[in-house]
């Protein structure tokens, strides 16, 4: 039973997230898919910057799981490639 609850919970990705990821590479950041906590964990080399992100589409919002982790763990959370792009441009700012 554990597998089908497992396959459910990782079903439903953001509709958002190909393009935010897409815009992460691009901007230098290596990207690896999470399930849990969040959607992705990212590094920027360049700035030394490791962070989270979680996806979200249109007013989508955080379930309760995330909504206690995100008190406590510094995620940004992005629902555009350009917002995703802003987060990586603070980090190279801090880098400077």
Same mark, same amino acid.
């Not at 690896?32 to 990212?42: A, F, G, M, Q, T």
């Not at 989508?60 to 917002?83: I, M």
């Given at each position: 039973?554990? @597998? ?5 919970? %990782?079903?439903?990705? !953001?509709?958002?997230?190909?393009? @935010? ?31 989270? @992100? ?5 007013? $989508?919002?955080? %379930? !309760?799981?995330?909504? %206690? ?11 555009? $490639? ?15």
């Amino acid at each position: 039973g554990s @597998i089908m609850a497992l396959r459910k919970h %990782n079903a439903k990705r !953001d509709a958002s997230e190909p393009f @935010i990821v897409e815009a992460l590479q691009r901007c230098g950041c290596d990207v690896y898919r999470l399930d849990r906590p969040v959607d992705l964990l990212c590094y920027h080399a360049p700035s030394q910057a490791l962070f989270l @992100i979680e996806c979200k589409t249109g007013k $989508a919002k955080l %379930n !309760d799981f995330q909504a %206690n982790f995100v008190k406590r763990w510094p995620v940004h959370v992005v629902t555009t $490639a350009e917002q995703a792009v802003a987060v990586v441009s603070g980090f190279r700012r801090k880098a400077a």
